[in-house]
């Protein structure tokens, strides 16, 4: 059944209702404890307020450290070096940002704490306070932006990033799965090169969207003391089925000539098809919590390549052929061999991601 628009981009709108709710519960709680600059409050909330409470949690504790940094350092600056003048106010404040830029430029966790500098050397100028009280203003309005972005990330419809990383391995995998039988189609027929040669580069990407969103999963487990499955070995061999990509695309200098078509064309596509219905169910179960299983057509169809390489072989039809075409078909058996050693592992990988309490009878057949 098609997906909607809310099911297709579910963390997408619940990201959107976060912020929304952040926002306007750090201007209701910045009035009512009597910030100065509520409106600092509120753009705290909504930067911190990230796609997933890892994500979030990184990101306050990042932010936080920069502005405490940069708070007490050019707070120190306004109060200890006189800048009465327009020069002098020039002064401390390329004294005060100077250093800090260098320390973000080196440091990303502390890319907050220049523009602290700049609010806290700036401030009294606007709202007529001393430096002390702006730099102790500008923390605590983070600290309050930030406790808000994290309770909405927790409490507003909360989306964790290892389900975000179980979502964008399953995408690869679907991806995965509408390249594949183009590629093989490639050997016992004309294809589109440019077209899936585009669509092979988008297997990196998709691999380093799955990275990223790996590595808030991973601080997300950390910080919050998640006893999850680990998700390494699902993140190495979806990596190795790249890899495997590769190596059967190099394989595939054009259509095999018609003799070994006639032979491989059959087992070739019943391999590609019983590929693809096993990385769209792996790809589901990923989006389900279930457990797949490998069915034993999978196997069947890779024997039966395998067992047809072994006849021309043995009747002497590869003979006659040019050592470039010789190996090709030798490289692509290998290929194809190492794809179906590295699908299973895929499988057993999700398998370890879905939850224990999973029943039997929930289970879908690859």
């Not at 750090?26 to 994500?55: D, H």
């Not at 419809?157 to 679907?174: C, E, N, V």
């Not at 998700?231 to 590769?246: G, T």
Request: neutral net charge; contains cysteine; proline residues 5%.
């Amino acid at each position: 059944m098609p997906q909607t628009l809310f099911q297709r981009h579910r963390a997408q709108f619940g990201l959107c209702l976060r912020v929304t709710v952040a926002a306007l519960t750090a201007l209701a709680l910045g009035r009512y404890l009597g910030f100065p600059m509520v409106l600092w409050a509120v753009l705290s909330a909504v930067i911190l307020t990230q796609m997933s409470v890892g994500k979030s949690l990184q990101a306050t504790i990042d932010y936080f450290l920069g502005t405490l940094g940069g708070a007490i350092y050019a707070g120190a600056v306004s109060a200890f070096v006189p800048h009465e003048s327009e020069a002098g106010l020039a002064g401390v404040l390329a004294l005060a940002i100077a250093p800090l830029s260098l320390l973000a430029a080196l440091s990303p966790r502390f890319a907050a704490a220049p523009t602290t500098a700049a609010i806290v050397v700036l401030a009294p100028t606007l709202i007529h306070t001393t430096s002390l009280a702006s730099a102790t203003d500008r923390v605590l309005e983070v600290a309050l932006g930030g406790a808000i972005a994290l309770a909405s990330s927790l409490l507003v419809f909360p989306t964790r990033a290892r389900q975000l990383a179980k979502d964008a391995a399953a995408d690869m995998l679907d991806l995965i799965a509408r390249v594949f039988p183009k590629l093989i189609a490639g050997f016992t027929e004309s294809n589109d090169e440019a077209a899936l040669h585009a669509e092979l580069r988008a297997v990196g990407p998709a691999f380093m969207r799955l990275d990223a969103v790996r590595a808030e999963a991973k601080h997300e487990e950390t910080s919050l003391f998640a006893a999850v499955p680990d998700f390494d070995p699902l993140r190495y061999a979806l990596l190795q089925l790249r890899h495997d990509l590769a190596m059967i695309a190099k394989a595939a200098g054009g259509p095999l000539p018609e003799t070994l078509r006639a032979r491989l064309a059959p087992v070739l596509n019943r391999a590609a098809q019983s590929s693809v219905v096993g990385l769209q169910a792996c790809a589901a179960a990923l989006k389900t919590s279930r457990k797949p299983v490998i069915h034993a057509e999978f196997d069947e169809a890779f024997d039966a390549l395998s067992a047809e390489v072994a006849a021309l072989r043995r009747e002497g039809a590869l003979r006659e052929l040019s050592v470039a075409v010789v190996e090709d078909v030798f490289a692509l058996s290998f290929a194809l061999e190492q794809w179906r050693q590295d699908l299973r592992e895929v499988a057993r990988a999700v398998a370890a991601q879905a939850e224990r309490s999973v029943a039997p009878a929930s289970e879908e057949a690859v």
